[in-house]
């Protein structure tokens, strides 16, 4: 993993969440959140350096983090346009006599998001480990090409110093054969 000085922290909203990822560049940023298209030339990933936002990110570089973008209660409260109106539309109704009643069960559990994301999360860690591995290896094949390409270069000099000698010592030996 990069060393931690050289490490920006980088911002994408996710649903009612912004994921953040400390990386070394924009590129293994996207790469960290599995994205295909260039978030930050879109304007949807930003780079931040507020110290309360990038701690956590730093503390686990690569990792994505999701942070809740505002409380339970903001979430609702953004939805309150909505529920407004149907209030509204239910009053006219019962001023109409057309009532229908609606009994509200208990409130439905968010468990099922919250394993989702943290399969999806675990996904990404995983693939990133994933691709760390490969790039690794591909490091050390490339390590191991260069140094039997300059072993073949060395030998290839050698052989072919010692062809042109042997050539030469024939055509000494012939000469003084044909007389």
Known sequence: ???????????????????????????????AWGSSTNLFSQGAAEQVTDPKMIKAPLARPGEVVRVARGSEGEHFKALGKTKKAKKEEAG??????????????????????????????SAEVRHHEALEKLRAEAAAIDRQRRELERKHRGEREQLTSELDEAREKFRSAMEEWAG
């Open 92 to 121: 006219s109704r019962i001023k109409s006599g057309m009532t229908t009643e609606k009994k509200r069960g208990r409130r439905p559990s968010s468990a099922g998001v919250e394993r989702a994301e943290k399969a999806l999360a």
């Open 1 to 31: 993993m990069a060393k931690a000085k050289k490490l920006k922290v980088f911002r994408t909203p996710i649903g009612f969440h912004d994921a953040y990822v400390a990386a070394p560049s924009m590129k293994a940023a996207l790469e």
